[in-house]
């Protein structure tokens, strides 16, 4: 897994409304309109750190915005794995599935997620799983949907979190946390 290539290789100003690329340097978030933002990069970097993507996963990316996210993981999983990135709000699944396409990443997808369901049950099971966004509580939906020795990353609250799954019940987790992050709330 290199994650300072996958850096290298995605730009993230390709994810960015024009008026903002100029600042796809900043080391902070940036608005993409709808109240979602662009994450910090040193967010997003220790985040794919933390989840350990390896080639041929098959990966879930919940809230995946600009497709930034998204792009990042199709790199690491390469043309063997697979990312389906999910998105709630309408005019952002148009703009992260239009900004994923500069790249050629034909195994990568972002889609309109359903309204009804957390994540992709009737997919399932994903290697690993990264959410952008931040529930109130552990998405017991989201351990679920992982494989034995899955992985879940997720911004609880202000805390990372961090779910391995080491049974077959989405009891059998092993839980660590990473520190505090700001995220928007998960719609």
């Known amino acids: 897994m290199d994650v300072a290539a996958a ?16 600042n796809a340097g900043y080391d902070g978030p ?45 790199h690491l999983v390469g043309p063997e794995g697979s990312v389906l990135g999910l998105e ?11 900004n994923l396409a500069r790249y050629d990443v034909p195994w990568a997808s972002i889609r309109a997620a359903d309204p009804d369901r957390l994540g992709a049950p009737d997919e399932a099971s994903f290697d690993r799983i990264l959410v952008s966004a931040s529930p109130r509580s552990l998405p017991m939906e989201l351990v679920d949907q992982l494989t034995d020795d899955g992985i879940l990353l997720v911004p609880v609250g ?30």
């Open 30 to 74: 940036i608005p993409i309109g709808h109240g979602q933002t662009n994450s910090q990069p040193r967010t997003v970097r220790a985040m794919l750190v933390l989840l350990d993507v390896r080639p041929g996963h098959r990966v879930l990316d919940v809230g995946s915005g600009s497709g930034w996210t998204t792009a990042l993981l199709a």
């Open 158 to 187: 202000a805390t990372m979190t961090r779910v391995r799954r080491t049974g077959p019940t989405a009891s059998d987790v092993e839980v660590s946390t990473h520190g505090a992050f700001s995220f928007v709330p998960l719609v």
């Open 7 to 22: 850096f290298r290789t995605v730009d993230r100003g390709d994810f960015l409304r024009p008026a903002d690329r100029g």
């Open 88 to 98: 709630r709000v309408e005019d952002l699944v148009t703009f992260g599935a239009e």
